[in-house]
């Protein structure tokens, strides 16, 4: 009986016991590779090319035509690592930052996880706008949850970009709703470019939201509501635009004339 008792006690310590890890890879996992690999490429930029580290460092922003922030940088295999890490350890201004988080955009397409995990880390919204333009070239089941968090931002900037940036993306049209919602946003410019975003992927289900900007308070608005009714159901913006041919704003007026039957 002791034999058998202490067979059956070894058995069971030997047994391995069940552990719960939650899922697999773990969001924690996912989120770290990033920054991991980011790592790797620095150590490797500071061993082949020093030189490019230290331009990258010291590197200031000029205007460009346009008067944005933007940099001059050498041509580098590690440009994006250099760019991220200055982007994540520098402390400057958030104009700079912003700056930075654009050159980052191209990004989206070879590193997509960087600029993920760059986006959910920051806390900035004027930077978290400028990171939006690299979520245009993530997959969908990465960029649009995150495009569609900040179109519900505090921030009018970020609002506007997020609602840009779902134009852009090739599935932004899954976000039509969220784009329908912030039609009534109260920043015009917010506005405008949510009309725009549904015109591009041509929502069937919002034209109701965009007619009664027809009537809006801002030009741009009325012009980009009329445009994006063009181009998601012609007849019905035919059959809407007649008062508009006689529009304050010229470029209103104009659209209204080529679309009105």
């Known amino acids: 009986m002791h034999i058998i008792l202490l067979a059956m006690l070894s058995v069971a310590q030997a047994a391995p ?21 980011l790592q790797v490429q620095l150590e490797q930029a500071r061993r082949d090319e020093p030189q490019a580290v230290t331009a990258f460092a010291q590197v200031q922003p000029i205007q ?23 982007l994540l350890n520098g402390d400057e201004p958030g104009e700079i930052r912003s700056a930075l988080a654009r050159q980052l955009a191209p ?9 993920v995990g760059l986006y959910e880390l920051e806390q900035d919204p004027l930077v978290r706008a400028s990171l939006l333009y690299g979520l245009r070239r993530v997959d969908a ?10 179109l519900q931002s505090d921030d009018n900037g970020e609002r506007f970009e997020a609602a840009q940036v779902a134009g852009m993306h090739a599935a932004g049209a899954q976000l039509g709703v ?18 725009n975003s549904l015109g591009v992927h041509r929502v069937a289900f919002s034209a109701g939201d965009l007619a009664p900007l027809l009537q809006d308070d801002s ?9 994006a009714l063009d181009r998601i159901d012609p007849t019905q913006a ?18 209204a004339k080529r679309i009105a039957p």
Do not use: H
């Open 141 to 150: 089941d990465r960029a649009l949850p995150l495009i569609a968090e900040s």
């Open 219 to 227: 030009a741009s608005v009325r012009l980009a509501a009329l445009n």
């Open 64 to 86: 460009n035509r346009a008067g944005q922030l933007t940099f001059m940088t050498p041509d580098s295999e590690y440009r994006f690592a250099l760019l991220a890490d200055r």
């Open 238 to 255: 035919a059959s809407l635009c007649a008062s508009m041919v006689n529009d304050d704003d010229p470029r209103v007026a104009r659209a």
């Open 107 to 115: 990004a989206g397409k070879t590193q997509p996880e960087l600029i």
């Open 178 to 195: 969220e784009l329908s919602a912030v039609l009534s946003d109260l920043d015009p410019m917010v506005r405008q470019a949510a009309a």
């Open 17 to 37: 016991t069940e552990t719960r890890t939650g899922a697999e890879p773990s969001e924690q996992a996912q989120s770290s590779d990033w920054q991991a690999e």
